[in-house]
């Protein structure tokens, strides 16, 4: 099946401090991964699309000096909270197209996501 | 605009049948996907409709008619541990997902 690990998992941090969360899909290759945000009790809303080796594509609303994503590989995708406040609060997760496989190409799978928690 | 519309909460009886219904109006539609996701975890893939018709996987099965908007999430043989959010998404044009709100399942004893 196809596999997307999220690290971490869990996160606390002090207020203006960055941070790295990485995603990677394990048993196939993403050209294109995804970055969404999720508050409690509301939907996943979109926040980047991330191009393997090239500038991600960002959201209305969503300030990419803040959020910064890089693609590196073809399995792996970072997005680094800069400067961390406290309405930064919230479960960030991936998601990872199959490149390769024309029948499914267009199903995300997810990261199990991120908690984080800016104090 | 864009717009995806499903129950905010459903109730049912462990056993028993249970369909969710999403209405959605986007630009353009490359495809209606059902996620479940239980609090506080990540979304996981449930179902893929691009064609017309019903989709059956095991106790899940998946509705779509495009010509109407609409789409439905068909749970059989309800379990508890079914009890979760289900996620109704469509794959516009751009090639991105746009989620509804979610439907919260509960499942009874």
């Known amino acids: 099946g196809a596999v997307v690990s999220q690290h971490p998992s869990w996160v606390i941090c002090k207020s203006g401090t960055s941070v790295k969360i990485e995603c990677r899909s394990l048993?196939?290759?993403?050209?294109?991964m995804f970055w969404y945000r999720q508050f409690p009790k509301q939907s996943l809303m979109l926040m980047a699309t991330?191009?393997?080796?090239?500038?991600?594509?960002?959201e209305q609303g969503v300030e990419k000096d803040k959020f910064l994503i890089n693609h590196a590989s073809l399995t792996l995708s970072t997005l680094t909270v800069t400067s961390a406040h406290p309405e930064d609060s919230s479960f960030y997760i991936c998601?990872?197209?199959?490149?390769?496989?024309?029948?499914?190409?267009?199903?995300?799978?997810f990261g199990a996501g991120t908690r984080l928690s800016v104090l | 605009g864009q717009n995806i519309d499903q129950p905010t909460e459903m109730t049912a009886t462990e056993g028993a049948i249970v369909q969710i219904n999403c209405t959605y109006q986007?630009?353009?539609?490359?495809?209606l996907f059902w996620y479940q996701q239980h609090a506080g975890e990540a979304p996981t893939f449930l179902s893929y409709?691009?064609?017309?018709g019903l989709e059956e996987k095991g106790r899940f099965s998946s509705f779509l008619s495009r010509s109407k908007g609409y789409s439905y999430l068909l749970l059989k043989e309800l379990q508890m541990k079914d009890s979760a959010s289900y996620l109704c998404?469509?794959?516009?044009?751009?090639?991105?997902?746009?989620f509804g709100q979610g439907t919260e399942l509960s499942v009874k004893p």
């Open positions: 048993d196939f290759q993403a050209t294109t």
């Open positions: 998404a469509v794959n516009n044009q751009g090639g991105k997902l746009i």
């Open positions: 986007t630009s353009g539609f490359n495809g």
């Open positions: 998601s990872a197209r199959n490149s390769a496989r024309s029948v499914t190409k267009n199903i995300q799978y």
């Open positions: 991330s191009n393997e080796g090239s500038k991600a594509t960002y």
């Open positions: 409709n691009v064609l017309d």
